[in-house]
């Protein structure tokens, strides 16, 4: 059986703009904060070439600064030849492995989702960021045309250092998009106003670079279909800019169209499991059919070979998109060609990866905690020189992750565990309303380990006696973590569990639960998605469900493009929401009544009809075995939630990098 035998349309070569792909995976452009001072760090080359040696065919890099106006160290430098060799550098360690690159041509304009205004923004008209309330200053014809001129140089540029072409990036609310939009469009000269002046921008900028650039060479434009913003881009406009746009299709090659904007539509930038799958291919596969014989890419939620073959042959796209897919598996291409699909480790569509790049400064995976390691796309990882027994108390992520990673580094692994269910918290999660892809985390890590011969002893907790009898070299304990009790929750009603942890109620809801009138209160100390998730869930039971918090907002610990989605549902659920509030008097339960005093001034409220209160709670580490195993001489090393409760990102990057450095 050949390889092209499994998927033999997405593995077949496509040409583009007289560049022939040697399949039809093409990398989305992700911005990952590995560029330092207009310079590639080695991170960032590691992260190209594992995805150009994992089998993708073509890669678009994140915005490259190439005007005036976008000179930021954190992009690649391309306004002038200064940081030619760094290009350069780029464009070889991808075709190096016989992928294709891309420069994306981007400018953010008013857009802007990070804390703060942005006070060197420019725009089409001066109307304010709906996001960060960011005003730009308006660019005049003349800036524009300069714009267009440095755009086009840079793609030239490009082009010299070995790009195969460059993607215009025309959506998500970016400037291009200000421009196309009659909400933050209202200019009255020749760049606004009817739809033939609002598209010159765009429609200038692509004859500039195919003036400059000549062909081969691609030009790839990324349009918004439907933006989500009253006055903005529907479908219908969205339909009618690509009738103006395909006057001039000999000016470029391919094109797709992406949701949402810098609006309360942020969220359908990155859809996640709490919706259907891949919900724009059929949008796109309409837009599509209007102009047949414009090579068109197909983009959004798209997580396994299946889906992409399917769009590729049921006339929706030519070539498919993936961004989240290639970070959580660079080598996703070519698992996908040997048909080991099983092997692939797939994306979860959590957006942790958004959130770390924009909160903390560089891209990273929940599911894959090797994202820019040189070795991130090999299979098998350098081995031990000196062999060790690795005892591994637990079953959740982190224990998983590093049973596997110490295994295929050579160690001898055996995992003790009290449960035949894999996953911990994980697990729980999984079984809530819009986490079921994270199943798919414990389901590889499991596979792995079992591939890679690691040792399983299940069933009952593992006691002191049990550990020493494995004659351990080392002990991970990855124990986890319990609720702790809130200060508000008086002593004994905690440790008799009348007023139940949000997780226990998970339990129960997972279990199944009979129809519970009246009101349920969240008391909301945890901030994470679980929660929310949970609340969904039971306000299918509940007449009411109200979660009350002391800080300022809901979901504070969760990125802002989850937030929008987590508000949304909870509203549409008409679930209650009542920030600056803590729980004063919980002895009148008895009488269906839940007080609430105002952590600011004080102020006293009471909840009526009330049917239950469940306490989403910080949590204490499971650490009790460490002591003991400590005292007699062993080397004890405690992770995941057991070290101290953390992120689902944080468990397993912990359980990699402590298994790797054993």
Not at 41 to 57: I, M, P, Q, V
Request: aromatic share 6%.
């Amino acid at each position: 059986m050949t390889a092209n035998a499994f998927f033999p349309t997405l593995f077949s070569p496509i040409d583009i703009g007289g560049v022939t792909l040697r399949n039809r995976i093409i990398h989305a452009a992700i911005v990952t904060q590995y560029v330092a001072d207009g310079a590639p760090t080695e991170r960032l080359l590691n992260y190209y070439r594992a995805r150009a040696a994992g089998g993708a065919a073509a890669i678009v890099t994140e915005p490259i600064a190439m005007t005036r106006f976008s000179r930021l160290p954190s992009r690649l430098r391309c306004w002038d030849d200064e940081g030619f060799d760094q290009l350069q550098r780029v464009a070889a360690t991808i075709n190096e492995s016989g992928a294709h690159v891309l420069g994306q041509i981007q400018d953010s304009g008013r857009g802007r989702h990070a804390v703060g205004r942005n006070n060197e923004a420019v725009g089409a008209s001066p109307l304010p960021d709906d996001l960060s309330w960011t005003v730009p200053a308006v660019l005049s014809p003349g800036e524009i045309r300069e714009m267009i001129d440095h755009w086009s140089q840079g793609a030239r540029r490009l082009q010299r250092a070995g790009f195969s072409g460059v993607e215009v990036s025309a959506g998500h609310g970016h400037l291009f998009h200000q421009f196309l939009s009659p909400w933050s469009n209202q200019r009255t000269d020749e760049y606004g106003g009817d739809l033939k002046n609002r598209t010159r921008f765009l429609t200038e900028l692509v004859s500039a670079i195919r003036a400059e650039c000549g062909r081969p060479f691609i030009i790839a434009l990324k349009l918004p279909g439907d933006d989500g913003v009253a006055g903005g881009i529907d479908l219908e406009m969205a339909s009618a800019i690509n009738t103006r746009l395909a006057e001039q299709a000999e000016d470029f090659d391919l094109w797709t169209w992406v949701w949402g904007a810098h609006a309360r539509s942020l969220h359908l930038h990155l859809p996640d499991a709490h919706g259907p799958r891949h919900p724009y291919l059929e949008h796109i596969k309409a837009l599509r059919s209007e102009h047949p014989s414009i090579a068109t890419g197909a983009i959004g939620y798209l997580t396994d070979p299946v889906e992409c073959e399917t769009a590729l042959t049921n006339g929706t796209s030519d070539v498919v998109f993936l961004g989240r897919p290639l970070i959580t598996d660079a080598a996703f291409p070519n698992k996908a060609t040997e048909g080991k699909i099983e092997d692939i480790r797939y994306c979860v569509s959590c957006n942790s990866c958004w959130r770390s790049i924009i909160e903390a400064g560089a891209l990273a995976c929940d599911n894959n905690p090797k994202v820019g390691e040189p070795d991130e796309h090999l299979v098998a990882p350098p081995s031990v020189t000196s062999r060790r027994h690795v005892v591994i108390v637990g079953t959740g992520v982190a224990a998983l992750e590093a049973a596997h990673t110490a295994a295929a580094h050579g160690q001898k692994v055996t995992v003790l565990g009290d449960h035949e269910a894999f996953g911990g918290k994980t697990r729980l999660h999984a079984q809530m309303p819009g986490g079921e892809n994270l199943s798919s985390v414990y389901d590889f890590q499991y596979l792995r380990a079992q591939q890679l011969g690691v040792k399983f002893e299940l069933g009952r907790q593992a006691s002191i006696e049990d550990v020493l009898s494995c004659d351990p070299d080392v002990v991970l304990l990855a124990t986890g973590s319990r609720s702790a009790r809130p200060e508000w929750l008086p002593e004994e009603w905690f440790t008799q569990g009348l007023i139940p942890s949000l997780r226990d109620m998970a339990r129960q809801l997972a279990q199944g639960m009979g129809r519970a009138p009246g009101r349920a209160v969240i008391v909301d100390q945890d901030h994470t998605e679980m929660t929310y998730a949970t609340a969904l869930r039971m306000a299918t039971y509940f007449d009411q469900i109200t979660l009350v918090t002391s800080r300022e907002r809901f979901a504070n610990d969760v990125s802002l493009i989850n937030r929008q989605g987590i508000l949304k549902r909870l509203f549409e659920s008409s679930v209650e929401l009542i920030c600056h509030v803590e729980p004063e008097d919980v002895t009148q339960l008895e009488k269906g009544q839940f007080a609430l005093r105002n952590v600011y001034n004080g102020a006293l409220e009471t909840l009526d009809s009330m049917t239950a209160v469940i306490h989403a709670s910080s949590r204490v580490p499971n650490d009790g075995l460490r002591e003991p195993l400590l005292a007699k001489g062993l080397e004890v090393i405690p992770i995941g939630d057991c070290k101290a409760p953390r992120s689902l990102m944080a468990a397993t990057r912990e359980g990699y990098d402590i298994a790797k450095a054993l």
